[in-house]
């Protein structure tokens, strides 16, 4: 009998990358088998660094629990759909209703699913670089190919609105806007986001917004919502949830909306897909659902750690002094988010393969980070910082980067 051939993974997923879950983590993994303890600044999860969800969310999943046993509709239950749609209404996001929003296992599966319904073999998405890299990996899995937009770090980050329309071509279908954004922290300005829009309208393309951390905003950033500054005929796909704002990330309880009262007409067909792959997973979890009413509804939690001797806001500032003070460094302050996207001068640094920078940092200081290239960025000088442990802890880690790097060669 001859020998069965290996099982090889299918080609689809030749060009999918996700390195914020990636082969460093798989030494940090085996570091931890070993009793080894690791300060992961690899990905935004709140949970692990002592930021709870409100009591009040908790004790609602909890008094739901016997009804939420069942299957619910396909878009998410009557009551979280309420919530959302008034959400909307208090964003400005208009003719937003209730059949207009679909609830996801998360925003991931929500980003997955409104490519793969809109996607055809070679076309294209316009992504920015560096972007939150579920996007990429979920065009290209969709049998599309992600475009990358170059952001200005000189700008504050701001997406070069020339290398935009340059790369704009037949096959472009869809564009995708991360504001507040990940990795860098960037809050884009109405006129920013109104010349991404005007780019859009001109060549008919579906505007993708992932706006989760549209509550984590620091000193005097304002967000204002890419579906408010849209006109009516352009369909303007929004990505929310209650992973960051209200620190419910294993929820796994996230939304999607979709606004242009005139595009919906013609792109019916488009949310006809939506609607067959939402069926096709019955529905999302029923019970994190029962979250988003009591969630979306009255004070707003978050503001108590983004205001002068919050948390969050002193764990910003302590990771630019930190970096900014390191020879070589230079970060751009974060207005908004949960993360630091310095950049190491390649004449002080001049590194060749950054995965190998963080695996070298892993190895020697027990200290997870992500190099920048995992987020598409084009070139190896930057890594993505998690903003989430206590301040005094971030500022050793830091301390212990900055030695590392002191002594650091490739």
């Known amino acids: 009998m001859d020998t069965p051939s290996p099982l090889r993974k299918s080609q689809k997923l030749d060009n999918v990358c996700y390195d914020i879950r990636g082969p460093v983590l798989e030494h940090a993994k085996r570091l931890e088998d070993e009793g080894q303890r690791i300060l992961k600044l690899n990905i935004g999860n709140p949970a692990p660094f002592g930021f709870e969800a409100p009591e009040e969310i908790l004790q609602d999943v909890m008094r739901n629990l016997p009804t939420a046993q069942g299957y619910c509709d396909s878009k998410g239950l009557y009551s979280a759909r309420k919530a959302i749609m008034q959400e909307c209404q208090r964003k400005e996001i208009p003719g937003v209703g209730i059949e207009d929003i679909f609830i996801g296992n998360g925003v991931s599966e929500l980003i997955v699913m409104a490519l793969q319904a809109l996607l055809n073999d070679g076309d294209e998405v316009l992504i920015p670089a560096p972007d939150y890299p579920l996007w990429t990996a979920a065009a290209n899995l969709s049998g599309g190919h992600a475009v990358h937009y170059r952001c200005d770090e000189q700008a504050d980050w701001a997406p070069d609105i020339a290398d935009v329309r340059a790369k704009v071509t037949s096959h472009t279908r869809a564009i995708v806007i991360i504001n507040p954004n990940n990795p860098t922290g960037a809050v884009y300005p109405p006129e920013v986001v109104r010349e991404l829009l005007a780019i859009a309208r001109e060549h008919d393309l579906v505007v993708f917004s992932d706006e989760i951390y549209d509550k984590i905003l620091y000193d005097d ?40 009262s005139v595009a919906m007409q013609r792109s019916q067909d488009y949310i006809q897909g939506i609607n067959m792959l939402a069926s096709m997973r019955l529905c999302a979890n029923v019970p994190a659902q029962h979250a988003i009413q009591t969630a979306l509804g ?63 940092l892993l190895l020697q200081e027990k200290i ?43």
């Open 221 to 260: 950033a304002e967000h204002v919502s890419t579906g408010a500054l849209a006109d009516e005929d352009q369909l303007v796909v929004t990505m929310n949830g209650l992973s960051k704002s209200y620190r419910c990330a294993g929820f796994r309880s996230g939304w999607m909306t979709l606004s242009g």
């Open 298 to 360: 009255g004070y707003q939690s978050i503001n108590d750690l983004i205001l002068p001797g919050g948390r969050l806001l002193a764990q910003r500032d302590i990771t630019f002094e930190k970096l900014n003070a390191i020879p070589g460094v230079s970060c751009t302050k974060a207005k908004g988010a949960l993360y630091a996207f310095p950049r190491l001068d390649p004449k002080v640094y001049p590194i060749q393969d950054d995965q190998k920078l963080v695996l070298d």
């Open 368 to 410: 997870l980070l992500v190099q920048g290239t995992a987020f598409n960025w084009p070139e190896p000088d930057h890594v993505r910082i998690v903003t989430l442990p206590w301040a005094d802890q971030l500022g050793d880690a830091l301390d212990r980067f900055a030695r590392f790097l002191s002594r650091y060669r490739q």
